[in-house]
């Protein structure tokens, strides 16, 4: 196995895509593991202007910024939270709980981010 360089690394495509059937929306979804930069924005809009959590569209924001088309393009942008948070609360955390084992964030991790 050769010795990766800076330029192997960052020309890596290393975003992993997943299937996932939502019998409740009639049909299927993709979720994409989260790039740093993705993850670090949501921890820090998990946090509250006054250092406690920010657990408003928790759910919603995570399930908007792991799901994508076929072709990893986000459905959703960040004006979509709301209506998205209008959904049924048992798919978003089902959505939750794959985007979850994709990217390894446990429940501890999520606790821990909305209590940091």
Partial sequence: MADLTRDDILAADDIRLEKVHVKEWGGDVYIKQLSGKEQDKFEQESRGKNGGPNLINM???MVAAALVDKDGKKLFSDED????SNKSGSVLN??????GELNRITEEDLEKIAKN
Avoid: E, F, S
């Fill in 59 to 61: 759910r919603a924001r």
């Fill in 81 to 84: 939270i709301i209506k998205l």
């Fill in 94 to 99: 089902r959505l939750i709980d794959k985007i």
